[in-house]
């Protein structure tokens, strides 16, 4: 699967700019943006953009693997939260910049959980949403206003972004959904969460727990987001070549199963 690494921005095209302006304000390429949007025909003419339209761009450097929104005039954190299916509190809670979740700014960029996959040969959106496990309404969009993208036909090349499935508290930013891992790979996300305590197990499509329940522990405890991370060590060998990492919280008055985040998950 073809999931894209590195920083990616989502900007909203205005009046007056053109790619090369947008190729040196994002320390990107210009031929880089106009392949991965297909700004080509016959989707449009060459090197061509038009206010509205929203471009994904890759920024050239090395960078973490992270994608951010650019807001425009009128957005706010609601707006994004319901295009890109996350709860409000999740994109708020996960960025510093954001001191009053009332208040939002043009050009401010907002690190989404979203990630980007490069379409590939003989890719469908259907096939994309099936791995990925994010459903296909999420999928478009996500991707409203892209120059590229149909709900009947994608093409190679074109950069994709998959909402990653969160709950109102937890996010998971590693492993990202439909991504293949092995013995020891990292679990990285944030979470909002009592006594910063997260908890997580990994399942194969047998049901058999590849990883049973564990927890580590987040940064920050509630009501602040903190960063956690930890090691997915096998218990078990798998019994499926798929499986489900899901990560969760338990209720301090009755144990159950809180903000579950499901994640689909090939093991290599």
């Not at 992270?66 to 807001?71: K, L, Q």
């Not at 590849?210 to 060998?237: K, Q």
């Amino acid at each position: 699967m073809a999931i894209q690494r590195g920083t990616h921005i989502i900007h909203t095209v205005i009046p007056g700019e053109t790619i090369y302006s947008l190729a040196i304000r994002y320390e990107s390429d210009v031929d880089t943006i106009v392949r991965v949007n297909g700004i080509y025909p016959p989707f449009t003419d060459p090197f061509i953009i038009f206010p509205g339209q929203v471009l994904v761009i890759p920024r050239l450097t090395v960078d973490p693997t992270e994608t951010f929104y650019v807001v425009q005039p009128g957005d706010s954190l609601g707006m994004i939260g319901q295009r890109f299916s996350s709860a409000l509190s999740v994109i708020a809670g996960t960025n510093p910049t954001v001191q009053n979740p009332n208040f939002i700014f043009p050009q401010q960029q907002l690190r989404l959980p979203v990630f980007t996959y490069d379409v590939e040969s003989g890719d469908s959106l259907f096939a994309i949403s099936q791995k990925t496990g994010v459903p296909l309404e999420n999928i478009l969009l996500a991707n409203s206003f892209r120059p590229s993208i149909s709900p009947d036909l994608i093409y190679e090349g074109i950069k994709l972004l998959i909402p990653i499935p969160a709950s109102e508290n937890i996010v998971v930013y590693q492993p990202l959904p439909g991504s293949t891992i092995q013995d020891n790979a990292q679990l990285e996300g944030y979470a909002r969460a009592f006594e910063a305590n997260v908890l997580y197990r990994l399942v194969d499509a047998n049901d058999t727990e590849v990883v049973a329940e564990s927890f580590t522990t987040a940064d920050f405890a509630g009501p602040n987001y903190g960063r956690f991370r930890d090691t997915l060590s096998f218990e078990r060998e798998p019994t499926a070549s798929t499986g489900e990492l899901q990560v969760y919280t338990r209720s301090a008055q009755d144990g159950s199963i809180q903000d579950l985040v499901q994640l689909n998950i090939v093991f290599g």
